[in-house]
Nanobody, 116 residues
Framework: QVQLVESGGGLVQPGGSLRLSCAAS????????MGWYRQAPGKQREWVAS???????TLPESVKGRFTISRDYAKHTVYLQMNSLKPEDTAVYYC??????????WGQGTQVTVSS
């Protein structure tokens, strides 16, 4: 059973930075893609960033230039570096992975709160 464990969330002031980590229970080469979604209270879950098996990163315009996704194969970990955080970035952030057989896996989520 694949497990994804997020960490790194917390409370940060507007303009601050956080780095989220997603540790996978198996080699991340076994996934077609990995990424991050977020869900704010009362809103639908939205896509934040993805990185493909070949290392191509994609992000929506809402976070492009502020967020960066990266990975460390040796540590089986994907990261989300978040800079210039805004109050509207407040949400639970979820790690997501798609296996080679197109199965979806989710982490338990980590809370990010941007507030002064």
């Amino acid at each position: 059973q694949v497990q994804l464990v997020e960490s790194g969330g917390g409370l940060v002031q507007p303009g601050g930075s956080l780095r989220l980590s997603c540790a996978a229970s198996e080699n991340i080469f076994s996934f077609n893609s990995m990424g991050w979604y977020r869900q704010a209270p009362g809103k639908q879950r939205e896509w934040v960033a993805s990185i493909s098996k070949v290392g191509e990163a994609t992000l929506p315009e809402s976070v492009k230039g502020r967020f960066t996704i990266s990975r460390d194969y040796a540590k089986h970990t994907v990261y989300l570096q978040m800079n210039s955080l805004k109050p509207e970035d407040t949400a639970v952030y979820y790690c997501h992975a798609v296996s080679l057989s197109s199965l979806d896996y989710w982490g338990q989520g980590t809370q990010v709160t941007v507030s002064s």
